[in-house]
């Protein structure tokens, strides 16, 4: 019995890498690209089961969820930390043209066009 629930384990994380994570979608012909994929998605795949299991993604709606789950909850973090940086950009730089151009066109804000 301690065998199968190893192997229900491996199953379920195989199959939430190919849901969440695209596993299944990896088009690399040579070798190494398929290595450097792989060890990317289950680098991906480790860090949201880190970041879920301390509670790191909780605010965003995914404290016991599933990996999909941790995933959305992970967009909604990056989305807040680059608003915060941009936001931060913006105040210190105020006459930055690059701040100015991504600021008014993803936000719609007051800047240069």
């Known amino acids: 019995m301690s065998t199968y629930s190893l192997r229900w384990a491996i ?3 195989f199959q939430d890498l190919n849901q969440n994570l695209a ?3 990896c088009k690399w012909r040579e070798l190494r690209g398929q ?10 795949y480790l ?12 605010r965003y709606g995914a404290k ?3 990996l ?3 995933r959305e909850s992970f967009k909604c973090y990056c989305q807040e930390e680059f608003s915060d940086w941009l936001a931060e950009l913006k ?3 105020e006459d930055c043209p690059p701040a100015n151009y991504i ?6 804000g007051e800047g240069e066009k």
């Open 11 to 13: 199953e379920t994380s």
């Open 23 to 25: 596993l299944h979608g």
């Open 35 to 44: 290595e450097c994929f792989l060890a990317l998605a289950f680098l991906c």
């Open 47 to 58: 860090f949201l089961v880190w970041a879920q299991a301390h509670g790191d993604l909780a």
């Open 64 to 66: 016991h969820g599933t």
């Open 68 to 70: 999909g789950q941790a």
């Open 91 to 93: 105040r210190r730089c």
């Open 103 to 108: 600021y008014t066109h993803l936000y719609g």
